[in-house]
């Protein structure tokens, strides 16, 4: 087990990155237990409201993630010092990316339907940094042969063409395979040859005097979110607690 991990981790320098990994999901959790406490009235965690002002935990986020980046890239990649600051700068991203949608929409929407859009980012990017961890490079670089590898033509042609199909499958409105497209070429490939979303620049673009490829793809969308609406509202509400219900106004009399 020891050589296995000496082997695959610490010798081709991901050890910091694995304990990034681990800070950024654990303090993701503890974070999300702490913020269900409060929101229950539960324990002894309460908001930190100095003055009045409430102090989002994404402001010690960006000052851990700033010193844990600046430290990692001072005191290169291996040794104690490398590991200390991945583990900064792990809890720093689990700070900041748990309220990424207070940063998107420049307003506290963490228990609100907007609010589920930080879960989203937050297993995204854990399950990207799992690919790197794997062996997987952006944009198909890992899949060049050896030839391939030692000619810089070779190596530009595919990461360009995985790109360009990267490219597409973010303006069919296909976000989530795009990214993990830029680790698995093949993801990206297959958002790039269906259908685009209805809403999407590419479906307003090529599918406007096409009625029936824009019928087409409204029918697939609706089954595509009829289908895995609920899972995905389920494991969001697993992972970061249901947000919470706006009532429905009365009908007027």
Known sequence: MGHWFDQNFVEPGKLPLLLALA?????????????RMIRAGKGPFRNITPGGVHVHHV??????????????????????TASV??????????????EFALILHLDDVY????????????????ALVLLVLG??????????????????LGAVLTVVVNFCF???????????????????????LVGAVRLARPTSVWAKRFYRGRH??????????????????????????????????????????
């Open 23 to 35: 800070a950024f999901v654990l303090t993701f959790g503890i974070t999300r237990v702490i913020t």
């Open 59 to 80: 402001v010690p986020g960006v000052v851990l993630t700033v010193v844990g980046g600046f430290g990692a890239v001072a005191g290169g990649q291996h040794g104690v």
């Open 85 to 98: 600051c991945a583990v900064v700068f792990g809890m720093g991203a689990g700070l900041v990316l748990d």
């Open 111 to 126: 228990w609100t339907e907007e609010g589920r859009q930080s879960v989203e980012v937050v297993v995204l990017t854990a």
């Open 135 to 152: 062996g997987f490079s952006p944009l198909g670089v890992d899949d060049l042969s050896d030839d391939q590898q030692q000619g810089r």
């Open 166 to 188: 990267v490219l597409i499958a973010l303006f069919k409105g296909k976000a989530r395979m795009a990214v993990v497209g830029t680790l698995i070429p093949f993801v990206a």
């Open 212 to 253: 029936r490829a824009r019928s087409r793809a409204v029918l697939r969308a609706y089954h595509h979110d009829l289908r895995w609406a609920g899972p995905r509202r389920r494991f969001q509400d697993l992972i970061g607690g249901a947000p919470d219900r706006v009532p429905t106004p009365s009908p007027k009399p």
